[in-house]
């Protein structure tokens, strides 16, 4: 208690009197502290001691059992701290209820009252299972209604004060008042004033056997009690800078907001108290970025490679076709890069097709001429085999050694191979996760060359950049990524973007087809299978395992051999297969033995199939943008015209009208990736367990896009001038980065 009250009389009027508030609530709490549970509250944990420790596991806090743990676990909750920074999703003003005289139909609005009378029946139409109620107060009465929640009929009764929130409709003839489904909390005598109402109440996301209003009773309790809420770990000109409030007074307004915040502000999570933790969670993710590219860019002596432009104009004129200037110019990036002596570090991304192979082919042909080797590691043996293909077309004839390693060669073809790559005879070695073993020696590595770098985990990547001095590291990335997002993911890489696609690329025609429109798709695929294309048709998404989808591919591909396509060829592709069996399948399809592959969404990272000029996706109202995308890409890979068809079947949500109306109307994929951060946040494109990145906890990158803007110029400043966080007025930054990153800095020096 004495921490609320440490600098009060420097403080703002406002945070005076929310402390003021916090001490009154501690106090209460202490003088009710000896009687028992309340009915309908959950029992207080036992009296916590003062400075408990918010790194201790969340079974050490008083009052939490194995099965609370088990509880809190599911919400993310392992460590006391945690607790802190689980805000609230929503917040609720139950300081001034409406009373249920003046309801308003249509309104959103949270009230109080008494409950009259608690009735559970059963429809006679469809079984439907109802709990109504009559909430009452001294100026009116409300309707309340629980659909299929009939466990509520034993846990209200007449006679409980209730809280509601939910909006209001008339219903009947008598045009009744109701409110159906509402949020609600059962008050206990003594409530008012309390954590629980009498103010702006915040709401938690719930889990079985864990409510708000117990979540309410925890929080407080380690907001009074535990060590390390009060240490400002934000440098004082940063928060001075940006007008941040201190980082106590953020933690506990957010979770208890003083009377007279802003509620829409803070449901929006733009108040003042959201805006600091928001850009504390941003600054120290941007300071682990910056101390990574710190140590990329001044501890370490890379290759300096000599790229003479002749030796470049000799690749250009050797090749059939001319560069695109986006091509062009990002291989001056990268050369730039590889004549400097600090390590390259670059990200290439593209949208499919854009030619960023090329672009890697130009930098495996500058390291050669120097003498240095390369590797190109790929997510798939496919993909490994494609690579293969186009660097020896590209660089073969121009006398680069280009050799592979894959499950497919006998023991003594490899190590026929890997002798020839220590000797020094094998100027680029193209490979999967084979690249990494122990047993691949390079006489001279130079340069790595990463492709699709999110289907591969930390550790190898940080393997393959062990094997030689300090290499130089080209990623490649055919997902276009938003500049926000880029930024978070890949701050400590030098990005480039290849946005323009080669002369005579065809954009994929995209159509949107409901079940009804069967007949029109079905057609569509016909007519091209008998001018000698070939199909992709993609299996409806299922939500659950492997197995499921699988059994969903199987049931498709039998359907459309008996039906629809009976005189074609058709193949299946799915993940329950083994790697070889994958590998025979799409060898087939790429040799034309098969005319429709029907497949889940491992296709979504394939070769290329210049010949299929179809994609027909199966329910692509269960998709997200960006995997829709990246499917589309696996056609117009030739000189034919391509179309992609969305299949949809039923009732299609407003969300996923919104993403296939996106679709239909955009190719460009920057665009798309923009739309679906902002519809879905940035979950699947971050691969946070991927990338080594810490979670992001509070911070939304869309909607906090300008406050990661700054937090990133303040970040990439303090480590400029403190690269190592020495200086002791950085003692506590230096803890909450080590506390925030753990490990994950030393394994992320290649992004």
Same mark, same amino acid.
């Given at each position: 208690?004495?921490?609320?009250?440490?600098?009060? !009389?420097?403080?703002?009027?406002?945070?005076?009197?929310?402390?003021?508030?916090?001490?009154?609530? @501690?106090?209460?709490?202490?003088?009710?502290?000896?009687?028992?549970?309340?009915?309908?509250?959950?029992?207080?944990?036992?009296?916590?001691?003062?400075?408990?420790?918010?790194?201790?596991?969340?079974?050490?806090?008083?009052?939490?059992?194995?099965?609370?743990?088990?509880?809190?676990?599911?919400?993310? &909750?392992?460590?006391?701290?945690?607790?802190?920074?689980?805000?609230?999703?929503?917040? +609720?003003?139950?300081?001034?209820?409406?009373?249920?005289?003046?309801?308003?139909?249509?309104?959103?609005?949270?009230?109080?009252?008494?409950?009259?009378?608690?009735?559970?029946? +059963?429809?006679?139409?469809?079984?439907?299972?109802?709990?109504?109620?009559?909430?009452?107060?001294?100026?009116?009465?409300?309707?309340?209604?629980?659909?299929?929640?009939?466990?509520?009929?034993?846990?209200?009764?007449?006679?409980?004060?209730?809280?509601?929130?939910?909006?209001?409709?008339?219903?009947?003839?008598?045009?009744?008042?109701?409110?159906?489904?509402?949020?609600?909390?059962?008050?206990?005598?003594?409530?008012?004033?309390?954590?629980?109402?009498?103010?702006?109440?915040?709401?938690?996301?719930?889990?079985?056997?864990?409510?708000?209003?117990?979540?309410?009773?925890?929080?407080?309790?380690?907001?009074?009690?535990?060590?390390?809420?009060?240490?400002?770990?934000?440098?004082? #000109?940063?928060?001075?800078?940006?007008?941040?409030?201190?980082?106590?007074?953020?933690?506990?307004?957010?979770?208890?907001?003083?009377?007279?915040?802003?509620?829409?502000?803070?449901?929006?999570?733009?108040?003042?108290?959201?805006?600091?933790? @928001?850009?504390?969670?941003?600054?120290?993710?941007?300071?682990?970025?910056?101390?990574?590219?710190?140590?990329?860019?001044?501890?370490?002596?890379?290759? +300096?490679?000599?790229?003479?432009?002749?030796?470049?104009?000799?690749?250009?004129?050797?090749?059939?076709?001319?560069?695109?200037?986006?091509?062009?110019?990002?291989?001056?990036?990268?050369?730039?890069?590889?004549?400097?002596?600090?390590?390259?570090?670059?990200?290439?991304?593209?949208?499919?097709?854009?030619?960023?192979?090329?672009?890697?082919?130009?930098?495996?042909?500058?390291?050669?001429?120097?003498?240095?080797?390369?590797?190109?590691?790929?997510?798939?043996?496919?993909?490994?085999?494609?690579?293969?293909?186009?660097?020896?077309?590209?660089?073969?004839?121009?006398?680069?050694?280009?050799?592979?390693?894959?499950?497919?060669?006998?023991?003594?073809?490899?190590?026929?191979?890997?002798?020839?790559?220590?000797?020094?005879?094998?100027?680029?070695?193209?490979?999967?996760?084979?690249?990494?073993?122990?047993?691949?020696?390079?006489?001279?590595?130079?340069?790595?060359?990463?492709?699709?770098?999110?289907?591969?985990?930390?550790?190898?990547?940080?393997?393959?950049?062990?094997?030689?001095?300090?290499?130089?590291?080209?990623?490649?990335?055919?997902?276009?990524?938003?500049?926000?997002?880029?930024?978070?993911?890949?701050?400590?890489?030098?990005?480039?973007?290849?946005?323009?696609?080669?002369?005579?690329?065809?954009?994929? #025609?995209?159509?949107?087809?409901?079940?009804?429109?069967?007949?029109?798709?079905?057609?569509?695929?016909?007519?091209?299978?008998?001018?000698?294309?070939?199909?992709?048709?993609?299996?409806?998404? &299922?939500?659950?395992?492997?197995?499921?989808?699988?059994?969903?591919?199987?049931?498709?591909?039998?359907?459309?051999?008996?039906?629809?396509?009976?005189?074609?060829?058709?193949?299946?592709?799915?993940? =329950?297969?083994?790697?070889?069996?994958? !590998?025979?399948?799409?060898?087939?399809?790429?040799?034309?033995?098969?005319?429709?592959?029907?497949?889940?969404?491992?296709?979504? @990272?394939?070769?290329?199939?210049?010949?299929?000029?179809?994609?027909?996706?199966?329910?692509?109202?269960?998709?997200?943008?960006?995997?829709?995308?990246?499917?589309?890409?696996?056609?117009? =890979?030739?000189?034919?015209?391509?179309?992609?068809?969305?299949?949809?079947?039923?009732? &299609?949500?407003?969300?996923?009208?919104?993403?296939?109306?996106?679709?239909?109307?955009?190719?460009?994929?920057?665009?798309?990736?923009?739309?679906?951060?902002?519809?879905?946040?940035?979950?699947?494109?971050?691969?946070?367990?991927?990338?080594?990145?810490?979670?992001?906890?509070?911070?939304?990158?869309?909607?906090?896009?300008?406050?990661? #803007?700054?937090?990133?110029?303040?970040?990439?400043?303090?480590?400029?001038?403190?690269?190592?966080?020495?200086?002791?007025?950085?003692?506590?930054?230096?803890?909450? @980065?080590?506390?925030?990153?753990?490990?994950?800095?030393?394994?992320?020096?290649?992004?």
């Amino acid at each position: 208690m004495q921490s609320l009250l440490d600098g009060y !009389d420097g403080l703002p009027i406002e945070t005076r009197r929310d402390r003021l508030q916090r001490v009154r609530d @501690v106090l209460e709490g202490l003088r009710r502290g000896g009687g028992g549970a309340v009915r309908g509250e959950p029992a207080k944990p036992a009296p916590l001691p003062i400075d408990i420790d918010l790194a201790a596991s969340i079974q050490d806090l008083p009052g939490v059992g194995s099965r609370k743990a088990a509880s809190l676990a599911r919400l993310g &909750v392992e460590r006391i701290g945690d607790l802190l920074w689980m805000l609230p999703w929503r917040y +609720v003003d139950r300081a001034h209820p409406i009373p249920l005289g003046s309801l308003r139909v249509g309104e959103d609005v949270t009230v109080c009252g008494t409950l009259l009378s608690v009735d559970a029946i +059963v429809t006679s139409r469809r079984a439907l299972r109802i709990v109504q109620a009559l909430l009452g107060d001294s100026t009116g009465t409300l309707a309340l209604k629980w659909f299929n929640q009939s466990y509520l009929g034993s846990r209200l009764a007449p006679g409980q004060m209730l809280m509601c929130s939910g909006r209001v409709k008339l219903e009947g003839l008598l045009s009744v008042g109701v409110m159906e489904n509402p949020q609600f909390e059962i008050l206990a005598p003594g409530d008012a004033g309390s954590l629980h109402t009498g103010r702006l109440t915040p709401i938690y996301h719930e889990t079985r056997g864990l409510n708000s209003r117990a979540l309410r009773v925890l929080v407080d309790h380690v907001l009074a009690t535990a060590a390390g809420i009060d240490e400002e770990c934000l440098p004082e #000109e940063v928060r001075t800078r940006h007008s941040l409030l201190p980082r106590p007074d953020a933690i506990r307004s957010a979770h208890f907001p003083p009377s007279e915040a802003d509620l829409a502000q803070y449901n929006a999570g733009a108040s003042p108290a959201h805006r600091r933790l @928001v850009f504390e969670e941003l600054f120290l993710l941007e300071i682990g970025l910056a101390m990574r590219r710190s140590r990329t860019l001044g501890e370490r002596d890379g290759v +300096v490679f000599r790229c003479d432009p002749v030796r470049l104009e000799t690749l250009w004129s050797s090749l059939p076709f001319q560069p695109t200037g986006a091509q062009r110019r990002v291989v001056g990036e990268v050369l730039a890069d590889m004549a400097a002596a600090r390590p390259m570090n670059r990200l290439i991304q593209g949208d499919v097709g854009c030619g960023k192979t090329l672009v890697a082919a130009a930098a495996i042909w500058m390291a050669a001429g120097d003498g240095y080797q390369s590797a190109v590691m790929a997510p798939t043996e496919l993909l490994t085999e494609q690579h293969h293909r186009h660097l020896q077309k590209v660089l073969g004839e121009l006398g680069v050694r280009v050799a592979m390693v894959t499950s497919d060669l006998s023991r003594r073809e490899r190590s026929e191979v890997l002798n020839r790559l220590s000797r020094g005879e094998v100027d680029c070695l193209v490979g999967t996760h084979a690249v990494v073993q122990p047993d691949v020696r390079f006489a001279r590595f130079g340069l790595a060359v990463i492709d699709e770098q999110h289907k591969f985990g930390v550790l190898q990547r940080s393997h393959l950049v062990g094997k030689g001095y300090h290499p130089d590291v080209l990623i490649m990335t055919a997902t276009p990524i938003p500049r926000t997002l880029a930024l978070s993911v890949y701050g400590d890489l030098d990005i480039s973007v290849i946005d323009e696609l080669p002369a005579g690329r065809r954009p994929v #025609e995209t159509r949107w087809y409901g079940e009804g429109q069967r007949r029109v798709a079905n057609d569509l695929v016909l007519r091209e299978l008998r001018a000698g294309r070939q199909t992709y048709v993609v299996a409806p998404l &299922v939500e659950g395992s492997a197995e499921d989808d699988a059994r969903s591919a199987v049931m498709l591909a039998a359907r459309l051999r008996r039906d629809v396509f009976a005189d074609a060829r058709v193949g299946l592709l799915h993940g =329950r297969l083994n790697r070889a069996e994958k !590998d025979l399948v799409m060898r087939d399809f790429l040799r034309g033995d098969i005319q429709v592959l029907v497949a889940t969404t491992i296709v979504e @990272v394939g070769i290329d199939v210049p010949n299929a000029t179809v994609m027909m996706i199966e329910h692509a109202d269960r998709y997200g943008l960006a995997q829709l995308h990246q499917l589309r890409g696996r056609v117009g =890979r030739g000189g034919h015209s391509s179309v992609c068809i969305l299949m949809s079947g039923g009732r &299609v949500s407003d969300a996923a009208r919104e993403r296939l109306e996106a679709m239909v109307a955009v190719q460009d994929g920057f665009v798309i990736a923009e739309r679906d951060l902002a519809l879905r946040g940035p979950g699947e494109l971050m691969g946070t367990r991927q990338s080594g990145l810490p979670d992001l906890k509070v911070a939304h990158l869309v909607r906090d896009a300008r406050v990661l #803007e700054q937090a990133r110029t303040e970040a990439f400043d303090v480590v400029r001038r403190d690269p190592q966080l020495a200086d002791p007025r950085h003692a506590a930054l230096r803890a909450a @980065v080590v506390r925030t990153w753990g490990v994950r800095l030393a394994l992320g020096t290649i992004g």
